[in-house]
Nanobody, 119 residues
């Protein structure tokens, strides 16, 4: 069974920074895409950023130039460095990992971590 554990959320003032981490555990043969999504109250979950096994990255327009996604495959961990945070970045952030495990392909989600940006 694949399990994702997130950390790093919290309360920060506008203009501040936070770093989210997500570590994948379980018997994993390979990880393809790792990503971060967010969901604000009353809104749909949206992609923030993702990164492929080859290192290609994709960002939502709203976070380009402010957020950076990275991964350390040796640790099965993905990070999201968030700088110049804005109140509109307030949301629950979810980690998503797609890969191959003992039961075939998996598409797993973390439990979510709250990020609150005060003005």
């Amino acid at each position: 069974q694949v399990r994702l554990v997130e950390s790093g959320g919290g309360l920060v003032q506008a203009g501040g920074s936070l770093r989210l981490s997500c570590t994948t555990s379980g018997i994993i043969f390979s990880i393809r895409t790792m990503g971060w999504y967010r969901q604000a109250p009353g809104k749909q979950r949206e992609l923030v950023a993702d990164i492929t096994s080859g290192g290609s990255t994709n960002y939502a327009d709203s976070v380009k130039g402010r957020f950076t996604i990275s991964r350390v495959d040796a640790k099965n961990t993905v990070y999201l460095q968030m700088n110049s945070l804005r109140p509109e970045d307030t949301a629950v952030y979810y980690c998503n990992v797609k890969g191959l495990g003992t039961r075939g392909g998996f598409d797993s989600w973390g439990q979510g971590t709250q990020v609150t940006v005060s003005s």
